[in-house]
């Protein structure tokens, strides 16, 4: 069967791990007894399959990112339940790059679709459709959750169909192939069943429908294997999304960063153990020769260091096209979280190369000081530690990334080129003078001396790993 991970995103309380849960009890991967159980132990109905987490059940919310697999007829399918809270955004989008499909829920109870639409700069639905263009996902399902909480009025259904299909044609995103489907996970209404006695007025497919429609995803399992770790268990234990190649038991793979070689004891397919895997599916792989401290989410594993000698997977230094959403704009100097794959690392805007023209993609100003809100562009960036990146054009799941400030999205783009320098050909753009704060989930790191770029260097020269 041909695997297919789907994405759940909405803001918080939309009813997203309801609405799995249903999924799930629908594709017979949860039984009667196992939900009443759940619910028996304080669980919500549904929400409670995912939510298994104490403090995730006391908080009736999800903190984390949550994988859990099963199979329909066509599809071997990858939930991935992420939080809704905006303090978890980083949680969030390692859950999204993963994805070849977006399953939006929104919340149809009057007021809320509203107040989250019409917050100009904080709005989770907008960031949502966004990250989906931002990391080329191109198939997506809208779910308008709790239809009970409007008794089930069309009216509202199509005025929250309006609003996000300008959202979606602003940002260029296939808005017409698209499907919207009024629900209420809860009551398990337009899962596997329709819900012709309450919605007659809708004659479209259920949730189970629209996901076997689903376009076959293309996938690379002949080329060099690239298996970023979303999870790392207990021992030598990693799971992640297999994005290129094949991984098989016996296999020497290279850790990176830091170029660990380890050898593969043993794989699995959501518990059932196998000798090989291929692109597209989620696998757990234990590790020979390793401790959990060195395996953590945001590493990758790659079956040699040398399978493609363009390829630098010890990354501290970076160019990238970027599109700027933050009204100040960026500027040489500014410090944000860079999220790419499951990974995100502090970095710096070292350089500005140069202003993009919109329509054509030309240079219209070699080395500007900033670039402003919905400008394109070329920047240079600096990371804090070493990271695992590549190019677009090299590994395109791998080299599409956001930027982000105080866990706001401020630009997105695609990486051009990647560059392994050393401190010594850092520190000519680097000041060792000033400490530097950045939020990382739901903590703050202080990191002293590594990120703080003297603009001035920066703005005047090009630095000298970007010359010919």
């Given at each position: ?36 159980r ?24 999800t ?14 399918w ?39 639409m ?33 008794h ?34 809860v ?17 479209g497919?259920?949730?189970l429908?629209a ?24 021992g030598?234990v ?31 397919l ?25 395996a ?16 630098k ?14 009204l ?22 070292s ?9 054509t ?32 054009k090299?590994f ?10 105080h ?7 695609v990486?051009?080129s ?33 990120l ?5 260097s920066?703005q ?8 010919d």
């Open positions: 069967m041909e695997p297919v991970s789907v994405t759940v995103v909405g803001h918080s309380r939309s009813g997203k791990s309801s609405l799995l849960g249903a999924i799930l009890y629908a594709l017979g991967s949860v039984t009667t007894a196992e939900l009443d759940l619910e028996r132990e304080g669980g919500e109905k549904f929400a409670a399959i995912w939510d298994s987490n104490p403090f995730e059940k006391e908080q009736k919310r903190i984390d990112v949550h994988v859990k697999g099963c199979s329909s007829k066509h599809f071997q990858t939930f991935i339940d992420v939080p809704g809270d905006r303090k978890q955004v980083l949680n969030m989008i390692s859950g999204i790059a993963c994805a070849d499909c977006i399953l939006l829920v929104l919340d149809a109870t009057p007021g809320v679709f509203e107040a989250n019409e917050d100009a700069t904080h709005s989770q639905t907008k960031e949502h459709l966004l990250l989906t263009k931002a990391f080329a996902i191109k198939q997506v399902i809208v779910v308008v959750n709790k239809m009970d909480a409007c089930y009025d069309q009216g509202r259904f199509d005025t929250i169909y309006a609003s996000i299909m300008t959202q979606m044609k602003r940002l260029h995103l296939n808005s017409e192939q698209t499907r919207f489907i009024p629900a209420s996970a009551q398990g209404q337009n899962v596997r069943v329709a819900c012709a006695d309450r919605m007659p007025w809708y004659t497919s259920t949730i429908e996901m076997d429609s689903l376009t076959s995803v293309k996938r690379h399992p002949f080329n060099p294997l690239r298996l970023p770790i979303l999870v790392s268990g207990i030598a990693v799971c992640g999304k297999i994005e290129s190649g094949t991984l098989h038991t016996g296999q020497e793979v290279v850790l990176e960063p830091g170029g660990k070689r380890t050898i593969v004891k043993s794989v699995e959501f518990s059932k153990t196998v000798n090989a895997a291929r692109a597209g599916e989620w696998v757990g792989v234990r590790l020979s020769g390793l401790s959990i401290k060195e953590r989410r945001g590493h990758v594993l790659h079956c040699n260091m040398n399978d493609r000698g363009d390829n997977l010890h990354v501290t230094r970076l160019t990238a096209q970027v599109s700027v959403i933050k100040d704009g960026i500027a040489p100097g500014m410090c944000g979280t860079l999220a790419v794959h499951t990974v995100h690392v502090p970095v710096q805007c350089y500005i190369l140069s202003r993009l023209d919109k329509k993609g030309h240079v219209d100003q070699k080395k500007p000081e900033s670039l402003l809100d919905r400008e394109i562009g070329e920047v240079e960036f600096v990371s804090l530690r070493p990271v695992s990146l590549e190019a677009h090299d395109a799941s791998l080299g599409r990334f956001v930027l982000l400030d866990n706001h999205v401020i630009a997105w783009g990486i051009k990647v560059v392994e320098v050393t401190n010594a050909a850092r520190s000519d753009c680097l000041s060792n003078s000033v400490a530097y704060d950045v939020s990382v989930g739901s903590r703050k790191e202080r990191y002293q001396g590594t703080n770029i003297n603009p001035n920066c005047n020269r090009m630095p000298d790993v970007l010359k």
